[in-house]
């Protein structure tokens, strides 16, 4: 069964924190990098944090030095860790496989940032 779900978003004050979680099921999940994703209104969705199933990570500019993606192989389950929040950081948030076409996505979890 192909299943993402995310969770762990919700409104903070900028410079706050949040964990957004994400519980993928085994096909999408092992053996692929993972990535966070996010989409603000009237915007595309964009990649910002993504880690191999060996760990190493890489980021996108805007959330460098303040997101901090993690995976457990185990238990099939990416974590994204949030700090220092910007206003612009608001949008919703999705995890799903890299370099892939991605048919398939979750509910994502919405993330707000009031300044």
């Known amino acids: 069964q192909v299943q993402l779900v995310e969770s762990g978003g919700g409104l903070v004050q900028a410079g706050g924190s949040l964990t957004l979680s994400c519980a993928a099921s085994?096909?999408?999940?092992?053996?692929?990098?993972m990535g966070w994703y996010r989409q603000a209104p009237e915007k595309g969705r964009a990649l910002v944090a993504q880690?191999?199933?060996?760990?190493?990570?890489i980021y996108a500019d805007s959330v460098k030095g303040r997101f901090a993606v993690s995976r457990d192989n185990a238990k099939n389950m990416v974590y994204l860790q949030m700090n220092s929040l910007k206003p612009e950081d608001t949008a919703a948030y999705f995890c799903?496989?890299?370099?892939?076409?991605?048919?398939?996505w979750g509910q994502g979890t919405q993330v707000t940032v009031s300044s």
């Open positions: 799903n496989r890299v370099g892939w076409n991605n048919n398939y």
């Open positions: 085994g096909v999408i999940f092992r053996g692929n990098t």
């Open positions: 880690i191999t199933s060996g760990g190493n990570t």
